[in-house]
């Protein structure tokens, strides 16, 4: 089971475009030390769309280098090609990811019988523990309750990262899937409302910029502290509302980029974050005590 505050990772890059592999380690030894529970390489945030296989299988191997086993390593492999998909997550697994982060295909826009058939080539041909991930807003389709517990009784499919920001979601999952079905917000809005709703965790964006903080909030949670997580809570939502104003992960990497870590280069089609955005993550960050 995957828990509390893990991060969907940046991959920092150099001014060129090329992969900084240093900064991208550093990165992730920062984040083991200031408390994030669980790191994901190579998904939305991480500019999957744009890295290269090689690329691709490069920044998973830095991760699972870097952490040493000190936390999960949860690596994203989707695809909107299911043989692609394979071949990343046998890649993943080869190099000793302990989970796979598979996103529901973009694009293609397939029934909920080709959503199944997917993610259980996937789960057939690697053994390994698949989240699915399901986000509706970038991949145009939102896999349903019904699809998701056919898919939870294969061993290997475990749980679910929810971009639908749907509160009503995780009960009727935990109802159709069971309660050791693993539940993760991929939305940093709603991490403390989707506990309460029967989540696990979040896979988070700001978790970049504020890892302890983050870390801090679902610690309070796990103690019964509610008082005390809704209060980190509201010194972060001005911090998720500006890592979301222009697309992610521009507002983010420049964000990161401030605290010293790598770049805020993203690759095309992404353009540079304009100044009305920097500005806002910079008051946002300077008002959560992130910058000072």
């Known amino acids: 089971m995957f828990r509390g505050s893990l991060v969907a990772l940046i991959t920092p890059m150099q001014a060129d475009g090329s ?24 998904g939305t945030t991480g500019e999957s769309p744009t890295l290269s296989h090689a690329e691709h299988h490069q920044v998973v191997d830095l991760a699972i280098k870097a952490s040493n086993g000190r936390v999960p390593v949860i690596a994203g492999t989707g695809s909107n090609s299911t043989a692609e998909a394979v071949d990343l997550t046998r890649h993943a697994k080869e190099a000793g990811a302990d989970a796979a982060l598979v996103v529901t295909p973009y694009y293609n826009k397939p029934t909920q019988e080709g959503l199944y058939l997917h993610f259980m080539a996937i789960a057939d041909a690697v053994d390994l523990p ?16 019904e699809t998701m517990a056919r898919l939870a009784k294969h061993p290997n499919i475990i749980g679910v990262k929810d971009a639908t920001a749907n509160l009503t979601r995780p009960l009727h999952t935990r109802a159709a899937c069971g309660p050791d079905f693993c539940q993760l917000s991929g939305e940093d809005h709603t991490a403390l409302s989707y506990l309460a709703a029967g989540g696990h965790g979040c896979i988070s964006v700001t978790a970049n910029i504020a890892p302890r903080l983050c870390r801090e ?42 605290l010293g870590r790598g770049t805020d280069h993203c690759r095309l089609p992404l353009a540079p974050t304009s100044d009305s955005t920097k500005a806002r993550v910079r008051a946002a960050m300077t008002g959560a005590g992130l910058l000072n």
Not at 19 to 42: H, M, N, R, Y
Not at 227 to 252: K, N, W, Y
Request: with cysteine; net charge negative; proline share 7%.
């Open 19 to 42: 992969l900084d592999a240093k900064a991208f380690s550093d990165f992730v030894e920062w984040q083991i030390a200031e408390g994030t529970q669980g790191i994901i390489p190579c």
């Open 130 to 145: 698949i989240i699915i991930y399901n986000i509706p807003p970038r991949s145009v389709i939102d896999m349903t309750v």
């Open 217 to 258: 909030m679902h610690d309070a949670w796990a103690a019964g502290r509610i008082a005390d997580a809704i209060a980190i809570q509201d010194r972060l939502v001005p911090v998720h509302d500006a890592m979301f104003c222009e697309t992610s992960p521009g507002p983010v990497k420049y964000a990161a980029s401030l």
